[in-house]
């Protein structure tokens, strides 16, 4: 009779390549077979003499001319998108702020690792992507992924090393492979994020004129050119570069994909109708306050939004704030321009002071798809400012405007829960923004941002600030933009009138992780099934360095749960035990667990129960806990790590 034992968890990232093999099974299982491996196993492979002959006329071989977009290193970053690994997230509560209520994320370590890691849990999860790459100018460092360089190249190298002892580079222009390399550095990723969007999701990338050509044929490639929305056009900086040799160019892009265009529904710009009775069946005005009330509706925020309007008695009108500082008008100075001329703008005498409304005809607007041209959301410069105002230093080079966030989220019309990543967040401008726009408008939009933890060079202003990398950067602007929301929101309420709702302080806070290796030591990976001979000799297979917490997120991450979901602990007869979403999992790590213990958290019918090997008195222990789970919790999925 055999004996039951539980199941291991994988503890590895998915295997991509095997995921498409089982794909092609399902379409052609006759091109299926059996291949041996470099190590001696047996595993699944593809007969590709029999799926050509699948696809026959269909398939391209050989010299023969076609449509293509390659480069040098392609195909090993094709490869290494579909390489699993073995790493982990640990958290890091000491860095978090709020971490029992927050729903956003903070990943410190290599974007293309941590993508790997999420792939289960955020898989058709995420409705908005942005990233700012590096635009490859010769100066910016990139991820070296060891697929960029062989062995040889890579050894020579004498890039900067980040504090896990990743090396990286600066990718000059003199290098033989410059577009290559970053081609290979960026595609593996977009493949990787395509994964989590949802059906209705999209994304925007940012990119300037060094390699917008190349980013376009490998998102056509990635996402289907058939998903292309468009390519928006950022005017970056104000005024003209004199010092250009042949044309002065103000302008960035950003270019927007969807994962399936037909299930998007993109935001839209609403514009007053001019014209006609703006009346309501009393005879009064439908009207809009045309001036901001937004928490961060600044003069800093948005510059181009503070402007003159001139009044009926000939005084010059500016957008103020409650406290009188500067603010922002709602509309842009054309529209403005466009309502005035219109006889649409109602100036209305408020306390000795011009208030200017836009009179709607019958409460209705007309809704306009979004321009591409983007010019009224502040530029790099204004970026600087917002962050200089947070840290009263300039910690950072150049950093994007909220407000252009803003302008995407409203594109992307991403709202509500909506879940919005930045696997490139540098100082985290994107997270500023989402909580600001929160604040503004209620929502509860999530984040998740991923940052490598980039050495600050000795002689930058943000290391005399004492931030020794990137990643401390924007997860102390996360902490500062926070509390100023928090700050904001609570002066605000302080003049609320009676009758009227306080606003609420949105969700500021942010989980903490950083990417490691495996919390499992080699042993654990060297047998590929378990015999009661191996069980019963084998030590326990977690290293020394690893807590309890580091081993339930790798836990959630390779059952493909999301990082944000509430966790408590509490005691059984003296043993801690770990409860996720309420009954979603539990597990317990704690050494020589009693039967009893194991019993009474079957009672709790969890969905998912999970133990370590040191957690079992003896191999009788371990192998009958399945039969206790079965009679008590038969609906339960028993893990063991």
Known sequence: MSISRPEKLKMETADMTAANIERIAGLFPNVITEIEDEDGNVRRGIDFDLLRQELSGDYVEGREERYDFTWVGKRQAIIEANRPIQKTLRPCTEESKDWENTENIYIEGDNLDA?????????NKVKMIYIDPPYNTGNDFIYNDKFVMDSDEYDEETGAMDEY??????????????????????????????????????????????????LRKMMDEVFGEENFVATYVWKARAGKDH??????????????????????????????RSGGNYTDDRGNYKREQLR?????????????????????DGTQVYPLRPDGSEGCWRISQSRMNALLKAGNVDFVLEQGAWRLYAKHRDGTTTETAISTYIDDVGTSATGTLQLKAIFNDKVFPTTKPIGLIHKLVEIANAKNDDLIVDFFAGSSTAAHAIMQLNAEDGGNRKFIMVQLPEACDKNTEAYNAGFKNISEIGKERIRRAGEQIRKEIEEENQQ???????????????????????????????????????????????????????LLYQVLINWGLPLDLKHEMEEIDGFTIHIVDTDALIACFEPNIPESVMRKIAERKPLRAVFRDGSFRDSPSKLNIEGIFKTIAPDTKLRVI
């Open 165 to 214: 002892g990743n090396r990286m580079f600066k990718n000059g222009k003199d290098r033989g492979r410059y577009h290559s390399d970053w081609c290979s550095m960026l595609y593996p990723r977009l493949k990787l994020a395509r994964n989590l969007l949802r059906e209705d999701g999209v994304i925007f990338v940012s990119i300037d004129d060094n390699e917008v050509h190349n």
């Open 292 to 312: 901001q009330w937004g928490t961060h509706d600044r003069r800093l925020d948005r510059p181009t939004m503070y402007y003159p309007v001139l009044a009926p």
């Open 243 to 272: 010092t250009a040799q042949f044309a002065s160019v103000s302008q960035e892009y950003i270019l927007c994909f969807s994962k399936e265009k037909n299930s998007v529904v993109m935001g839209k710009d609403i514009r007053e």
């Open 115 to 123: 993508l790997k890691l999420l792939q289960e849990s955020y898989l």
């Open 496 to 550: 609320t009138k009676l009758g009227e709702k306080p606003k609420s302080v949105p969700d500021i806070g942010f989980r903490v992780f950083k990417i490691d290796e495996t919390n499992m030591k080699d042993v654990y990976y060297s047998a590929a099934e378990y015999s009661q001979e191996t069980i019963e000799g084998l030590v326990d297979n977690v290293k020394e360095d690893r807590t309890d917490l580091d």
